[in-house]
């Protein structure tokens, strides 16, 4: 129980930490980008336009919200941690328990560091995620809608309690699940790549006889994850973008988004639009040539 409290304290201040790096991030998901670009340079040295990162879009935020702006939808952010936490430990300590008891019925333990044994540990692990993700989805997409209300300046999600009353008028219980198959495809296959390649990379590259081998265990286990992380970004951004998509704030409708009738549809039409990455970075962010942005409707060439 302690763990578990020191895991939601650990995880409710690291939610406070980054909250404005996501709030920033789904803004730019959703295509939303207020500042026009500046001529900057490239790794390469050349001269390219480029959108504004981080820090402006932070300044452009506090500038109209103040600094108190930067945390729009913490509160069901923080809600949802806190939960998916509690869930997840409870569901995982289950899944421990009835490990341990299948072991003791067959007398047969999978050895620690095989394959088998990073097969089960996964699959515990996949069922502790996928639990607590779907019981946190709710606050999930009010935390999305929430901040994708600074498009728009509306005020129509302005507390949890408030906003729960809201999407179950508007779109029934549905609604809190806007989004959500796409969120659990993408945890799944991001577990499973991540612990796949961090065991065949730790079978096969790495000696045991080598001197500091967990240390570098654990950056192989992080590189691993940020790869992971990485190719499974499309269901985050199709995801996201579901959960806000048609729910009568500006940015879930055009010309921020077209309306999609299912998140294949709109996979689809991100992958034709070449838009797929778009918010996986909040730097370096060059301009693509000849796209048409929803704030202004200019083209930039």
Avoid at 9 to 17: A, C, P
Avoid at 221 to 248: E, H, I, K, R, W
Wanted: proline share 4%; hydrophobic share 40%; net charge positive.
């Amino acid at each position: 129980m302690a763990d578990t409290c020191g895991q939601v304290l650990l995880g409710s201040g690291l939610t406070v930490l980054s909250h404005p790096l996501m709030y920033i991030k789904v803004l730019v998901q959703v295509g939303h980008e207020p500042l026009p670009p500046s001529l900057g340079r490239n790794l390469f040295g050349r001269q390219v336009y480029q959108l504004p990162g981080l820090f402006a879009y932070a300044k452009h935020i506090i500038k109209i919200d103040g600094k108190v702006g930067l945390f729009n939808g913490l509160a069901p952010r923080l809600c949802a941690g806190t939960i998916g936490t509690l869930v997840h430990s409870s569901v995982l300590q289950r899944c421990q328990d009835a490990g341990k008891y299948e072991v003791s019925r067959t007398s047969q333990k999978a050895e620690e560091g095989s394959l088998q044994h990073v097969v089960n540990e996964t699959t515990k692990e996949m069922i502790a995620r996928s639990c607590a993700t779907i019981v946190t989805h709710p606050f999930h997409v009010i935390t999305l809608r929430c901040m994708v209300q600074f498009i728009g300046r509306e005020t129509k999600y302005s507390g949890v309690f408030d906003s729960i009353v809201t999407v179950y008028k508007n779109e029934g219980v549905l609604g809190f699940f806007a989004g959500l198959i796409p969120r659990l495809l993408g945890d799944i296959l991001s577990l499973w790549i991540c612990n796949m390649l961090a065991h065949l990379v730790n079978t096969y590259a790495i000696d045991d006889s080598m001197s500091h081998t967990g240390e570098i265990k654990n950056c192989a286990q992080a590189g691993t994850g940020f790869f992971a992380s990485m190719l499974t970004y499309p269901f985050v951004l199709v995801s996201n973008l579901m959960a806000v998509n048609d729910c009568g704030l500006a940015g879930g409708l055009p010309p921020y988004a077209s309306i999609y009738p299912t998140w294949v549809d709109c996979w689809r039409h991100l992958s034709l639009e070449g838009n797929m990455s778009r918010g996986n970075s909040l730097f370096f962010r060059k301009l693509p040539v000849g796209k048409t942005y929803a704030i202004d409707q200019k083209r930039f060439f």
